[in-house]
T-cell receptor, first 113, second 114 residues
Framework: SQTIHQWPATLVQPVGSPLSLECTVE??????LYWYRQAAGRGLQLLFY??????ISSEVPQNLSASRPQDRQFILSSKKLLLSDSGFYLC????????????FGPGTRLTVT | GDSVTQMEGPVTLSEEAFLTINCTYT??????LFWYVQYPGEGLQLLLK?????DKGSNKGFEATYRKETTSFHLEKGSVQVSDSAVYFC?????????????FGQGTTLQVKP
């Protein structure tokens, strides 16, 4: 069966510090991968998606970047965090090329102080 | 473009009450429709789905029917429990490409009181 991991689970970082969040998927090959952000009490905002290694599409211009160095690894980064980067970050995967559902990881709670 | 609209929350019900959370959509093609549930502090879990008109998705006592004529996918449960308290998201697939992107509604918070 497939599983998706995210770490860390929680993170408190000062403004201006760098960020690296990691997501890995097991039990499937060539998945589509997604990063979402959920601000407190708000809905989901799609940040990035990837349909293959090295292929990254950005949905909104911002202070963040994403990379996919391996087939089942997706990384969210920032060089300098802003207060507005605080939120709950969710990684998800779906079957490559399909129109089906997405499966979500447990999320990372990021607080920028 | 495609979009999903959910009823605003929070929805507050007593245990064993009947639940309806409305969801309507706008889409140019023939999307698949989904309901996700998010418990506090957790990621989203797929609750149910329907892939074509008149399909009924069901899981854990929840049901939703894909109504093409009314462009709706309302979530229902006959008797809610305190453990159903969560945020519920309606979503549709973006069928225009192979990206697998989903378009989500804004979410509806359900609070069930004992």
């Amino acid at each position: 069966s497939q599983t998706i991991h995210q770490w860390p689970a929680t993170l408190v970082q000062p403004v201006g510090s760098p960020l690296s969040l990691e997501c890995t998927v097991e039990g499937t090959s060539n998945p589509n991968l997604y990063w979402y952000r959920q601000a407190a009490g708000r809905g989901l905002q799609l940040l990035f998606y990837s349909v293959g290694i090295g292929q990254i599409s950005s949905e909104v211009p911002q202070n963040l970047s994403a990379s996919r160095p391996q087939d089942r690894q997706f990384i969210l980064s920032s060089k300098k965090l802003l207060l507005s980067d605080s939120g709950f970050y969710l990684c998800a995967w779906s079957v490559g090329g399909g129109l089906g559902e997405q499966y979500f990881g447990p999320g990372t709670r990021l607080t920028v102080t | 473009g495609d979009s999903v609209t959910q009823m605003e929350g929070p929805v507050t019900l007593s245990e064993e009450a009947f639940l309806t959370i409305n969801c309507t959509y706008t889409a140019t093609g023939y999307p698949s429709l989904f309901w996700y549930v998010q418990y506090p502090g957790e990621g989203l879990q797929l609750l149910l789905k329907a892939t074509k008109a008149d399909d009924k998705g069901s899981n854990k006592g929840f049901e939703a029917t894909y109504r093409k004529e009314t462009t709706s996918f309302h979530l229902e449960k006959g008797s809610v429990q305190v453990s159903d308290s969560a945020v519920y998201f309606c979503a549709l697939s973006d069928g225009s490409s192979n990206t697998g992107k989903l378009i989500f509604g804004q979410g509806t918070t359900l609070q069930v009181k004992p």
